[in-house]
């Protein structure tokens, strides 16, 4: 009786051979302790170790190249070389894979509300100066209810950045990821759905003010009160930008 076959077996078989050598050389790199900027074997050496025609093998490290994990350069010293995804890449990339799903704003905040306020927690008494200013600065930018439809949205996007750079000094990678990405996600939808219009000053006002309460807890090293403000926090954006959604809903309604 033959042996059994695995799903991640059937799922291999129905890779195509260039997507089949592009895992392999992944696992070449892991295998090798390869790091960002180390050149990849030769076009001549993949060929011979993956017993493969030139064409699978340069078809193979164009989908590496694709997916930002290899670089390639032409010319003297050229040749294909491991590359590292950057956080802004990787994000757009997922992002595209959610750019024709209909995500929610409960859909988003039913994450963040479970993780960012154990990222706040986490944070307290931890950020250097340097990053306790950028937080201050970037509260700055809407230091004053916007006048125009055009400032209101910066200032959406600008309040959702206070965000982006407490995940990018989350210890947990993952974690910072994940809440990064979902800052990037809920500024892209609030630009294209327009959810700044109509201007909401009970947004900004107390969204201002839970930042400037978090940002005075993270400084003080308080970790438990962080995380009671960040939760109050999400729960009473939630509830506003939910609204904003409805009145979009009910705009394009009467359109």
């Known amino acids: 009786m033959p042996p059994a076959t695995t799903r991640s077996d059937r799922a291999g078989a129905r890779r195509s051979r260039p997507a089949q050598v ?11 302790h390869l790091k960002p900027g180390d050149r990849l074997p030769s076009e001549a ?17 164009r989908l590496l190249e694709a997916q930002g994990l290899v670089k390639t350069r032409t ?15 990787a994000q757009a990339l997922l992002g595209n894979y959610f750019y024709f799903r209909d995500l ?7 994450l963040r509300r479970a993780l960012e306020p154990e990222l706040a ?6 950020l250097s100066e340097e990053v306790l200013q950028r937080l201050e600065d970037n509260i700055a930018v809407y230091a004053a209810p916007a006048e125009t439809l055009e400032e209101e949205r910066e200032q959406h996007v600008a309040s959702l950045r206070f965000h982006a750079i407490l995940a990018e000094e989350a210890e947990n990678e993952l974690l910072g990821f994940v809440i990064g990405f979902m800052a990037s996600v809920l500024s892209d939808i609030t630009v294209e759905r327009q959810l700044y219009a109509p201007p909401n000053a009970e947004l900004w006002q107390r969204g201002r003010d839970y930042q400037l309460r978090l940002l005075d807890a993270l400084r003080k ?12 926090h999400m729960e009473t954006a939630q509830a506003l930008m939910e609204g904003q959604e409805a009145r979009m809903v009910r705009r394009f309604m009467t359109e």
């Open 75 to 89: 010319g003297p010293g050229g040749g294909s070389f491991v590359h590292q995804v950057t956080r802004e890449r």
């Open 221 to 232: 090293g308080e970790a438990e009160e962080a995380r009671r403000i960040m939760t109050d």
């Open 22 to 32: 592009a895992e392999a050389i992944k696992r070449l790199v892991v295998e090798q």
């Open 104 to 110: 929610t704003i409960r859909d988003i905040y039913q």
């Open 121 to 126: 927690a986490a944070l307290a008494g931890r």
């Open 45 to 61: 050496e993949l060929i011979e170790r993956f017993g493969m025609a030139k064409s699978t093998i340069r078809e193979a490290t």
